[in-house]
Protein backbone atom coordinates (compact mmCIF):
# COMPACT_ATOMS: atom_id res chain seq x y z
CA UNK A 1 0.00 0.00 0.00
CA UNK A 2 3.03 1.99 0.54
CA UNK A 3 4.64 1.44 -2.49
CA UNK A 4 1.44 2.44 -4.58
CA UNK A 5 1.07 5.71 -2.99
CA UNK A 6 4.66 6.30 -3.27
CA UNK A 7 3.68 5.82 -6.72
CA UNK A 8 1.13 8.10 -7.15
CA UNK A 9 2.68 10.94 -5.29
CA UNK A 10 5.63 10.25 -8.09
CA UNK A 11 3.24 9.68 -10.87
CA UNK A 12 1.56 13.42 -9.48
CA UNK A 13 5.27 15.24 -9.38
CA UNK A 14 5.84 13.88 -12.43
CA UNK A 15 2.68 15.72 -14.09
CA UNK A 16 3.43 18.84 -12.43
CA UNK A 17 6.66 19.29 -13.89
CA UNK A 18 5.28 18.00 -17.20
CA UNK A 19 2.15 20.32 -17.04
CA UNK A 20 4.95 23.15 -15.78
CA UNK A 21 7.13 22.39 -19.02
CA UNK A 22 4.06 22.37 -21.52
CA UNK A 23 3.20 26.00 -20.24
CA UNK A 24 6.53 27.64 -20.20
CA UNK A 25 6.14 27.95 -24.38
CA UNK A 26 3.16 30.23 -25.98
CA UNK A 27 -0.01 28.41 -25.64
CA UNK A 28 -3.93 29.77 -26.30
CA UNK A 29 -6.08 29.89 -23.92
CA UNK A 30 -7.74 27.31 -24.83
CA UNK A 31 -5.08 24.40 -25.54
CA UNK A 32 -4.45 25.62 -21.43
CA UNK A 33 -7.77 25.11 -20.19
CA UNK A 34 -7.80 21.84 -22.21
CA UNK A 35 -4.59 20.45 -20.83
CA UNK A 36 -5.61 21.48 -17.33
CA UNK A 37 -8.95 19.49 -17.29
CA UNK A 38 -7.05 16.44 -18.42
CA UNK A 39 -4.50 16.45 -16.81
CA UNK A 40 -6.79 17.19 -13.37
CA UNK A 41 -9.42 14.34 -14.29
CA UNK A 42 -6.69 11.44 -15.49
CA UNK A 43 -3.74 12.19 -12.25
CA UNK A 44 -6.99 12.32 -9.57
CA UNK A 45 -9.04 9.28 -10.85
CA UNK A 46 -12.43 11.35 -11.54
CA UNK A 47 -15.19 10.30 -13.46
CA UNK A 48 -15.79 13.85 -14.45
CA UNK A 49 -14.31 16.99 -14.68
CA UNK A 50 -14.41 20.63 -16.52
CA UNK A 51 -12.40 23.75 -16.40
CA UNK A 52 -13.54 27.25 -17.13
CA UNK A 53 -11.87 29.99 -17.98
CA UNK A 54 -13.04 33.60 -16.59
CA UNK A 55 -13.69 36.88 -18.00
CA UNK A 56 -13.10 39.87 -15.47
CA UNK A 57 -16.59 39.92 -14.44
CA UNK A 58 -16.80 35.99 -14.39
CA UNK A 59 -18.69 35.42 -17.48
CA UNK A 60 -17.26 32.02 -19.29
CA UNK A 61 -14.99 32.80 -21.57
CA UNK A 62 -13.58 29.24 -22.89
CA UNK A 63 -14.50 25.66 -21.44
CA UNK A 64 -13.45 22.13 -22.29
CA UNK A 65 -14.70 19.58 -20.10
CA UNK A 66 -14.61 15.64 -19.45
CA UNK A 67 -17.73 13.61 -19.02
CA UNK A 68 -19.54 16.28 -17.29
CA UNK A 69 -23.21 16.42 -17.09
CA UNK A 70 -23.64 20.29 -17.06
CA UNK A 71 -23.09 24.02 -18.44
CA UNK A 72 -20.35 25.89 -18.10
CA UNK A 73 -22.84 28.70 -17.27
CA UNK A 74 -23.35 27.04 -14.39
CA UNK A 75 -19.81 26.84 -13.03
CA UNK A 76 -19.52 30.40 -13.75
CA UNK A 77 -23.18 31.07 -11.81
CA UNK A 78 -22.30 29.60 -9.01
CA UNK A 79 -19.03 31.65 -8.36
CA UNK A 80 -21.56 34.62 -7.47
CA UNK A 81 -22.61 32.55 -4.96
CA UNK A 82 -22.44 33.56 -1.19
CA UNK A 83 -20.70 30.05 -0.91
CA UNK A 84 -18.09 30.45 -3.22
CA UNK A 85 -16.42 33.08 -1.11
CA UNK A 86 -13.56 30.40 -0.34
CA UNK A 87 -12.74 29.63 -3.90
CA UNK A 88 -13.08 33.30 -4.89
CA UNK A 89 -10.13 33.92 -2.09
CA UNK A 90 -7.99 31.07 -3.33
CA UNK A 91 -9.46 28.24 -1.93
CA UNK A 92 -10.46 24.45 -2.46
CA UNK A 93 -14.00 23.72 -2.14
CA UNK A 94 -15.69 20.19 -1.16
CA UNK A 95 -18.96 20.36 -2.66
CA UNK A 96 -21.85 17.77 -3.44
CA UNK A 97 -23.50 18.07 -6.95
CA UNK A 98 -26.39 19.54 -5.41
CA UNK A 99 -24.46 22.96 -6.17
CA UNK A 100 -24.88 22.67 -9.87
CA UNK A 101 -28.07 20.30 -10.04
CA UNK A 102 -25.48 17.41 -10.63
CA UNK A 103 -26.23 13.80 -9.71
CA UNK A 104 -22.53 14.11 -8.43
CA UNK A 105 -21.37 12.68 -4.90
CA UNK A 106 -18.45 14.72 -3.97
CA UNK A 107 -17.05 17.67 -6.41
CA UNK A 108 -13.83 19.76 -6.24
CA UNK A 109 -13.29 23.33 -7.33
CA UNK A 110 -9.95 24.88 -7.46
CA UNK A 111 -9.65 28.48 -8.57
CA UNK A 112 -6.91 29.73 -10.91
CA UNK A 113 -5.73 33.19 -9.32
CA UNK A 114 -3.02 35.25 -11.05
CA UNK A 115 -2.57 38.75 -9.37
CA UNK A 116 -5.15 38.29 -7.20
CA UNK A 117 -7.76 37.40 -9.81
CA UNK A 118 -9.63 34.79 -10.53
CA UNK A 119 -8.99 33.92 -13.96
CA UNK A 120 -10.01 30.17 -14.28
CA UNK A 121 -11.79 27.48 -12.20
CA UNK A 122 -11.28 23.85 -12.58
CA UNK A 123 -14.01 21.24 -11.37
CA UNK A 124 -13.71 17.37 -10.47
CA UNK A 125 -16.48 14.81 -9.48
CA UNK A 126 -16.62 11.28 -8.05
CA UNK A 127 -13.21 9.62 -7.27
CA UNK A 128 -13.24 6.27 -9.11
CA UNK A 129 -12.62 3.46 -6.40
CA UNK A 130 -12.33 -0.24 -6.75
CA UNK A 131 -16.23 -1.52 -6.49
CA UNK A 132 -17.70 1.74 -6.51
CA UNK A 133 -16.85 5.47 -5.73
CA UNK A 134 -14.35 6.79 -3.23
CA UNK A 135 -13.64 10.07 -1.44
CA UNK A 136 -10.70 12.54 -2.45
CA UNK A 137 -8.87 13.06 0.21
CA UNK A 138 -6.44 15.91 1.44
CA UNK A 139 -3.19 15.16 -1.13
CA UNK A 140 -6.04 15.17 -3.92
CA UNK A 141 -6.89 18.88 -2.74
CA UNK A 142 -3.62 19.86 -2.27
CA UNK A 143 -2.92 18.50 -5.87
CA UNK A 144 -5.82 19.97 -7.78
CA UNK A 145 -5.05 23.58 -6.10
CA UNK A 146 -1.23 22.86 -7.81
CA UNK A 147 -2.95 22.48 -11.07
CA UNK A 148 -4.81 25.41 -10.89
CA UNK A 149 -2.24 27.53 -9.51
CA UNK A 150 0.49 26.52 -11.92
CA UNK A 151 -2.23 26.83 -14.95
CA UNK A 152 -3.48 30.61 -14.01
CA UNK A 153 -0.63 32.33 -15.29
CA UNK A 154 -0.32 30.69 -18.52
CA UNK A 155 -4.06 31.35 -19.07
CA UNK A 156 -2.98 34.53 -18.59
CA UNK A 157 -0.23 34.68 -20.95
CA UNK A 158 -2.22 33.01 -23.68
CA UNK A 159 -5.01 35.64 -23.43
CA UNK A 160 -2.39 38.15 -24.03
CA UNK A 161 -1.25 36.03 -26.79
CA UNK A 162 -4.00 35.68 -28.44
CA UNK A 163 -5.52 39.35 -28.01
CA UNK A 164 -1.90 40.55 -29.86
CA UNK A 165 -2.57 38.14 -32.44
CA UNK A 166 -6.37 39.09 -32.77
CA UNK A 167 -4.97 43.05 -33.08
CA UNK A 168 -2.92 41.54 -35.69
CA UNK A 169 -5.55 40.18 -37.71
CA UNK A 170 -7.60 43.38 -37.22
CA UNK A 171 -4.73 45.98 -38.62
CA UNK A 172 -4.00 43.80 -41.85
CA UNK A 173 -8.27 44.24 -42.50
CA UNK A 174 -7.79 47.40 -41.30
CA UNK A 175 -5.13 48.38 -43.85
CA UNK A 176 -6.23 46.13 -46.96
CA UNK A 177 -9.33 48.28 -46.74
CA UNK A 178 -7.27 51.05 -46.97
CA UNK A 179 -5.59 49.95 -49.88
CA UNK A 180 -8.57 49.51 -51.83
CA UNK A 181 -10.17 52.84 -51.24
CA UNK A 182 -12.45 51.51 -48.40
CA UNK A 183 -13.10 55.24 -46.87
CA UNK A 184 -15.62 55.51 -44.07
CA UNK A 185 -17.39 58.19 -46.05
CA UNK A 186 -17.53 57.20 -49.73
CA UNK A 187 -20.80 57.37 -51.61
CA UNK A 188 -22.63 58.65 -48.97
CA UNK A 189 -23.36 61.87 -50.89
CA UNK A 190 -26.76 63.17 -51.74
CA UNK A 191 -29.57 64.88 -51.30
CA UNK A 192 -32.54 62.59 -52.39
CA UNK A 193 -35.01 62.50 -50.15
CA UNK A 194 -35.22 58.23 -50.07
CA UNK A 195 -31.25 59.00 -49.28
CA UNK A 196 -31.77 61.31 -46.57
CA UNK A 197 -34.41 59.38 -44.55
CA UNK A 198 -32.54 56.26 -44.92
CA UNK A 199 -29.26 58.43 -43.22
CA UNK A 200 -31.56 59.68 -40.74
CA UNK A 201 -32.61 56.40 -39.44
CA UNK A 202 -29.42 54.91 -39.09
CA UNK A 203 -28.25 58.00 -37.39
CA UNK A 204 -31.43 57.02 -34.88
CA UNK A 205 -30.47 53.48 -34.09
CA UNK A 206 -26.44 53.79 -34.37
CA UNK A 207 -26.27 54.34 -30.31
CA UNK A 208 -28.00 51.49 -29.83
CA UNK A 209 -27.00 47.44 -30.05
CA UNK A 210 -29.89 46.35 -32.26
CA UNK A 211 -28.83 44.42 -35.12
CA UNK A 212 -29.65 46.36 -38.37
CA UNK A 213 -30.08 44.39 -41.76
CA UNK A 214 -29.23 46.93 -44.80
CA UNK A 215 -30.66 46.14 -48.16
CA UNK A 216 -30.86 47.01 -51.49
CA UNK A 217 -29.14 46.39 -55.18
CA UNK A 218 -25.29 45.69 -55.22
CA UNK A 219 -23.12 48.79 -55.65
CA UNK A 220 -25.56 51.12 -53.86
CA UNK A 221 -23.37 51.96 -50.72
CA UNK A 222 -24.38 48.82 -47.78
CA UNK A 223 -21.00 48.64 -46.27
CA UNK A 224 -20.75 52.12 -46.11
CA UNK A 225 -23.70 52.45 -44.16
CA UNK A 226 -22.73 49.91 -41.74
CA UNK A 227 -19.79 51.77 -41.32
CA UNK A 228 -21.71 54.79 -40.06
CA UNK A 229 -23.99 52.85 -37.95
CA UNK A 230 -20.61 51.58 -36.30
CA UNK A 231 -18.17 55.14 -35.88
CA UNK A 232 -21.55 56.69 -34.33
CA UNK A 233 -21.83 53.86 -32.50
CA UNK A 234 -20.52 53.35 -28.65
CA UNK A 235 -18.13 50.68 -30.32
CA UNK A 236 -16.11 52.98 -32.44
CA UNK A 237 -13.08 52.15 -30.33
CA UNK A 238 -13.62 48.78 -31.17
CA UNK A 239 -12.94 47.02 -34.17
CA UNK A 240 -14.92 47.02 -37.47
CA UNK A 241 -14.51 43.74 -39.16
CA UNK A 242 -16.32 43.41 -42.80
CA UNK A 243 -16.98 39.94 -44.73
CA UNK A 244 -18.41 39.38 -48.02
CA UNK A 245 -20.49 35.87 -47.68
CA UNK A 246 -20.36 35.97 -51.59
CA UNK A 247 -16.64 36.15 -51.98
CA UNK A 248 -15.83 32.87 -49.99
CA UNK A 249 -16.10 29.62 -51.33
CA UNK A 250 -19.00 27.60 -49.15
CA UNK A 251 -16.10 25.40 -47.50
CA UNK A 252 -14.05 28.30 -46.83
CA UNK A 253 -16.87 30.49 -45.31
CA UNK A 254 -17.32 28.21 -41.74
CA UNK A 255 -13.74 28.74 -40.64
CA UNK A 256 -13.49 32.35 -41.99
CA UNK A 257 -16.47 33.51 -39.39
CA UNK A 258 -16.20 30.85 -36.83
CA UNK A 259 -12.32 30.19 -37.03
CA UNK A 260 -10.42 27.00 -37.26
CA UNK A 261 -8.30 25.22 -35.08
CA UNK A 262 -4.33 24.02 -35.62
CA UNK A 263 -4.64 20.43 -37.27
CA UNK A 264 -8.02 20.47 -38.17
CA UNK A 265 -6.51 19.55 -42.21
CA UNK A 266 -2.52 18.72 -43.00
CA UNK A 267 -0.82 22.15 -42.84
CA UNK A 268 -3.85 24.28 -41.35
CA UNK A 269 -2.82 26.87 -38.31
CA UNK A 270 -5.06 27.96 -35.59
CA UNK A 271 -6.67 31.33 -36.83
CA UNK A 272 -9.54 33.29 -35.49
CA UNK A 273 -12.36 33.65 -37.31
CA UNK A 274 -13.63 37.40 -38.11
CA UNK A 275 -16.48 37.06 -34.65
CA UNK A 276 -13.52 36.97 -32.59
CA UNK A 277 -11.97 39.66 -34.41
CA UNK A 278 -15.11 41.71 -34.50
CA UNK A 279 -15.17 41.37 -30.34
CA UNK A 280 -15.70 44.50 -28.68
CA UNK A 281 -16.75 45.67 -31.75
CA UNK A 282 -18.95 45.19 -34.99
CA UNK A 283 -19.45 42.35 -37.36
CA UNK A 284 -20.79 43.42 -40.68
CA UNK A 285 -21.76 40.33 -42.87
CA UNK A 286 -22.49 41.10 -46.59
CA UNK A 287 -24.79 39.19 -48.59
CA UNK A 288 -25.90 37.47 -45.58
CA UNK A 289 -28.01 35.84 -48.09
CA UNK A 290 -25.69 33.49 -49.49
CA UNK A 291 -25.91 31.67 -45.98
CA UNK A 292 -26.18 27.73 -46.24
CA UNK A 293 -28.18 26.12 -43.98
CA UNK A 294 -25.27 24.90 -41.54
CA UNK A 295 -23.68 28.26 -41.09
CA UNK A 296 -27.30 29.71 -40.63
CA UNK A 297 -27.85 27.44 -37.76
CA UNK A 298 -24.45 27.88 -35.97
CA UNK A 299 -25.07 31.98 -36.84
CA UNK A 300 -28.32 32.24 -34.82
CA UNK A 301 -26.82 30.26 -32.00
CA UNK A 302 -23.62 32.32 -31.70
CA UNK A 303 -27.08 35.68 -31.76
CA UNK A 304 -28.19 34.15 -29.39
CA UNK A 305 -25.89 32.61 -26.67
CA UNK A 306 -23.00 35.19 -27.85
CA UNK A 307 -20.51 32.04 -27.78
CA UNK A 308 -18.73 30.99 -30.70
CA UNK A 309 -16.95 27.13 -31.42
CA UNK A 310 -13.33 26.95 -34.09
CA UNK A 311 -14.40 24.62 -36.50
CA UNK A 312 -12.51 21.54 -34.88
CA UNK A 313 -12.12 22.95 -31.51
CA UNK A 314 -14.25 22.16 -28.44
CA UNK A 315 -14.50 24.68 -26.23
CA UNK A 316 -16.79 27.36 -26.59
CA UNK A 317 -15.67 31.59 -26.75
CA UNK A 318 -17.40 34.26 -25.09
CA UNK A 319 -17.92 36.91 -28.23
CA UNK A 320 -19.10 40.70 -27.62
CA UNK A 321 -20.36 41.73 -30.98
CA UNK A 322 -23.13 43.79 -32.68
CA UNK A 323 -23.74 42.15 -36.13
CA UNK A 324 -25.36 44.41 -38.99
CA UNK A 325 -26.31 42.25 -41.97
CA UNK A 326 -26.88 43.24 -45.53
CA UNK A 327 -28.31 41.35 -48.62
CA UNK A 328 -29.86 42.44 -52.14
CA UNK A 329 -31.71 39.46 -52.07
CA UNK A 330 -35.19 38.48 -51.59
CA UNK A 331 -34.96 36.93 -48.40
CA UNK A 332 -38.82 36.72 -47.77
CA UNK A 333 -38.98 34.40 -50.93
CA UNK A 334 -36.31 32.34 -49.94
CA UNK A 335 -37.92 31.49 -46.30
CA UNK A 336 -41.06 30.89 -48.18
CA UNK A 337 -38.77 28.07 -50.25
CA UNK A 338 -37.08 26.78 -47.09
CA UNK A 339 -33.81 28.33 -48.16
CA UNK A 340 -33.60 31.06 -45.00
CA UNK A 341 -34.24 30.30 -41.82
CA UNK A 342 -36.93 32.70 -40.52
CA UNK A 343 -35.80 32.68 -36.85
CA UNK A 344 -32.67 34.01 -38.02
CA UNK A 345 -34.34 36.68 -40.59
CA UNK A 346 -35.86 37.72 -37.37
CA UNK A 347 -33.08 38.09 -35.58
CA UNK A 348 -31.31 39.93 -38.34
CA UNK A 349 -34.07 42.46 -39.61
CA UNK A 350 -34.73 43.82 -35.70
CA UNK A 351 -34.26 47.26 -37.94
CA UNK A 352 -33.89 47.45 -41.97
CA UNK A 353 -32.77 50.06 -43.43
CA UNK A 354 -33.38 50.04 -47.47
CA UNK A 355 -31.04 51.93 -50.02
CA UNK A 356 -32.74 52.66 -53.22
CA UNK A 357 -30.64 52.14 -56.72
CA UNK A 358 -28.89 55.20 -58.03
CA UNK A 359 -31.71 55.31 -60.78
CA UNK A 360 -33.89 56.28 -58.44
CA UNK A 361 -32.10 59.15 -57.03
CA UNK A 362 -30.67 60.22 -60.34
CA UNK A 363 -30.43 63.89 -58.41
CA UNK A 364 -27.79 62.58 -56.92
CA UNK A 365 -25.67 62.11 -59.67
CA UNK A 366 -23.79 65.09 -60.04
CA UNK A 367 -23.10 65.27 -56.64
CA UNK A 368 -21.60 61.84 -56.32
CA UNK A 369 -19.93 62.76 -59.75
CA UNK A 370 -18.30 65.42 -58.03
CA UNK A 371 -17.81 63.89 -55.13
CA UNK A 372 -15.40 61.49 -57.15
CA UNK A 373 -13.49 63.62 -59.16
CA UNK A 374 -12.21 65.42 -56.54
CA UNK A 375 -11.78 62.14 -54.56
CA UNK A 376 -9.86 60.48 -57.12
CA UNK A 377 -8.06 63.75 -58.51
CA UNK A 378 -6.46 64.12 -55.01
CA UNK A 379 -5.46 60.21 -55.68
CA UNK A 380 -3.65 60.97 -58.85
CA UNK A 381 -2.20 64.24 -57.69
CA UNK A 382 -4.14 66.56 -59.55
CA UNK A 383 -6.48 68.08 -57.07
CA UNK A 384 -8.01 70.36 -59.08
CA UNK A 385 -9.86 68.08 -61.62
CA UNK A 386 -12.88 68.78 -62.81
CA UNK A 387 -15.93 67.20 -65.05
CA UNK A 388 -16.26 68.74 -68.94
CA UNK A 389 -20.23 69.43 -69.69
CA UNK A 390 -19.96 66.74 -72.16
CA UNK A 391 -18.68 64.05 -69.46
CA UNK A 392 -21.74 64.96 -66.77
CA UNK A 393 -23.99 64.51 -69.81
CA UNK A 394 -23.00 61.07 -70.20
CA UNK A 395 -22.92 60.34 -66.96
CA UNK A 396 -26.35 61.16 -66.49
CA UNK A 397 -27.49 59.48 -69.53
CA UNK A 398 -26.74 55.89 -67.96
CA UNK A 399 -28.94 53.73 -65.97
CA UNK A 400 -26.22 52.23 -63.31
CA UNK A 401 -27.18 48.37 -63.28
CA UNK A 402 -23.40 48.63 -60.95
CA UNK A 403 -25.08 51.42 -58.91
CA UNK A 404 -23.02 53.95 -56.70
CA UNK A 405 -19.80 51.25 -57.01
CA UNK A 406 -19.98 51.68 -61.07
CA UNK A 407 -20.22 55.44 -60.92
CA UNK A 408 -17.17 55.74 -58.94
CA UNK A 409 -15.20 52.88 -60.91
CA UNK A 410 -15.59 55.02 -64.10
CA UNK A 411 -14.74 57.85 -62.60
CA UNK A 412 -11.78 56.71 -60.74
CA UNK A 413 -10.94 55.28 -64.73
CA UNK A 414 -11.64 58.28 -66.34
CA UNK A 415 -9.45 60.36 -63.71
CA UNK A 416 -6.54 58.47 -64.08
CA UNK A 417 -6.75 58.70 -68.15
CA UNK A 418 -7.89 62.39 -68.53
CA UNK A 419 -4.74 64.77 -69.66
CA UNK A 420 -5.92 68.11 -68.35
CA UNK A 421 -7.91 69.93 -65.88
CA UNK A 422 -11.21 68.28 -66.96
CA UNK A 423 -12.33 64.91 -67.14
CA UNK A 424 -13.99 65.02 -71.32
CA UNK A 425 -16.65 62.87 -72.45
CA UNK A 426 -14.11 61.04 -74.27
CA UNK A 427 -11.62 59.90 -71.27
CA UNK A 428 -15.02 57.96 -70.01
CA UNK A 429 -15.68 56.04 -73.73
CA UNK A 430 -11.67 55.69 -73.56
CA UNK A 431 -11.46 54.27 -69.77
CA UNK A 432 -13.89 51.96 -70.78
CA UNK A 433 -12.64 50.99 -74.31
CA UNK A 434 -9.14 50.23 -72.77
CA UNK A 435 -10.44 47.57 -70.28
CA UNK A 436 -12.20 45.74 -73.27
CA UNK A 437 -8.98 45.84 -75.47
CA UNK A 438 -10.82 46.90 -78.66
CA UNK A 439 -11.30 50.70 -80.70
CA UNK A 440 -12.90 53.42 -78.22
CA UNK A 441 -16.56 53.72 -79.13
CA UNK A 442 -18.22 56.81 -80.85
CA UNK A 443 -19.25 59.41 -79.03
CA UNK A 444 -22.96 58.89 -80.12
CA UNK A 445 -23.50 55.52 -78.01
CA UNK A 446 -24.11 55.34 -74.79
CA UNK A 447 -22.21 54.52 -71.95
CA UNK A 448 -24.99 51.27 -71.74
CA UNK A 449 -23.68 50.45 -74.92
CA UNK A 450 -19.90 50.24 -73.87
CA UNK A 451 -20.79 49.12 -70.58
CA UNK A 452 -22.77 46.37 -72.53
CA UNK A 453 -19.83 45.51 -75.08
CA UNK A 454 -17.42 45.07 -72.26
CA UNK A 455 -19.38 42.73 -70.55
CA UNK A 456 -19.50 40.53 -72.83
CA UNK A 457 -15.93 40.84 -74.56
CA UNK A 458 -14.94 39.94 -70.62
CA UNK A 459 -17.20 36.74 -70.64
CA UNK A 460 -16.13 35.40 -74.25
CA UNK A 461 -12.43 35.81 -72.79
CA UNK A 462 -13.28 33.93 -69.73
CA UNK A 463 -14.72 30.89 -71.44
CA UNK A 464 -18.62 31.95 -70.33
CA UNK A 465 -17.17 31.20 -66.73
CA UNK A 466 -19.26 34.23 -65.23
CA UNK A 467 -17.98 33.71 -61.27
CA UNK A 468 -14.41 34.91 -63.08
CA UNK A 469 -15.54 37.24 -65.29
CA UNK A 470 -17.79 38.97 -62.53
CA UNK A 471 -14.03 39.55 -60.41
CA UNK A 472 -11.91 40.41 -63.99
CA UNK A 473 -14.76 43.31 -63.86
CA UNK A 474 -14.74 43.76 -59.96
CA UNK A 475 -18.47 43.45 -59.77
CA UNK A 476 -20.70 40.86 -57.82
CA UNK A 477 -22.17 38.49 -59.34
CA UNK A 478 -25.49 39.02 -58.57
CA UNK A 479 -24.81 42.19 -60.16
CA UNK A 480 -23.46 40.77 -63.47
CA UNK A 481 -26.97 38.08 -63.26
CA UNK A 482 -28.90 41.48 -63.30
CA UNK A 483 -27.61 42.93 -66.36
CA UNK A 484 -27.70 39.92 -68.66
CA UNK A 485 -31.69 39.23 -67.66
CA UNK A 486 -31.71 43.09 -68.03
CA UNK A 487 -30.36 43.14 -71.59
CA UNK A 488 -31.96 39.90 -72.31
CA UNK A 489 -35.16 41.44 -71.33
CA UNK A 490 -34.93 44.84 -73.44
CA UNK A 491 -33.44 43.03 -76.78
CA UNK A 492 -36.00 42.46 -79.73
CA UNK A 493 -34.15 39.02 -79.93
CA UNK A 494 -32.83 36.85 -77.92
CA UNK A 495 -29.43 37.55 -76.77
CA UNK A 496 -26.54 35.14 -76.61
CA UNK A 497 -22.83 34.97 -75.06
CA UNK A 498 -20.13 32.81 -75.53
CA UNK A 499 -19.97 29.91 -73.41
CA UNK A 500 -16.66 29.42 -75.01
CA UNK A 501 -14.57 30.08 -78.41
CA UNK A 502 -16.81 27.75 -80.39
CA UNK A 503 -20.00 27.86 -79.31
CA UNK A 504 -23.38 29.95 -77.72
CA UNK A 505 -25.89 29.38 -75.09
CA UNK A 506 -28.84 31.18 -74.18
CA UNK A 507 -28.32 33.63 -70.88
CA UNK A 508 -30.34 32.34 -68.45
CA UNK A 509 -32.57 34.40 -66.46
CA UNK A 510 -32.18 32.40 -63.06
CA UNK A 511 -30.36 29.22 -62.34
CA UNK A 512 -27.36 27.51 -61.40
CA UNK A 513 -24.25 29.24 -62.39
CA UNK A 514 -22.03 27.89 -65.05
CA UNK A 515 -18.59 27.68 -63.98
Known amino acids: MSSTREGWRRARLETVLDLSLALAGPRREGEVV????????????????????????????????????????????????????????????????????????????????????????????????????????????????????????????????????????????????????????????????????????????????????????????????????????????????????????????????????????????????????????????????????????????????????????????????????????????????????EDLYYRLRVVELHLPPLRQRREDIPLLAVYFTRLHGKRFGRPDLRLARGALELLLAHDYPGNVRELENVIEAASALANGSFIEREDLELAIGRRTGVATPSASGTLDDVVRAHVLRMLEACGGARSEAARALGIDRSTLYRMLTRWNATDDAERTIPRGSTGFTRVPSSGSEHS
Not at 47 to 54: H, Q, R
Not at 129 to 138: I, K, L, P, V, Y
Open 34 to 341: EELVQRAVGLLDATAGIAVSLLPHLEPASAVSVGWSGEPGEVAAWLTSPAAVEVRRGGVARLTGEAFGLPYSEVLVAPCLWRDELNAVVCVADKEARGGHGSFDDEDVRFLRSLALLAAPAIAAGRLLEDAERQRQVLEEENRLLRFGGGEDAGLVGQAPAFRRVLELARRVAPSDVTVLVRGESGTGKERVARLLHNLSARVKGPFVPLNCAAVPETLLEAELFGIEKGVATGVAARAGKLELANGGTLFLDEVGDLGPHLQAKLLRVIQEREVERVGGRQRLHVDVRLLAATNRDLEAMMTRGEFR
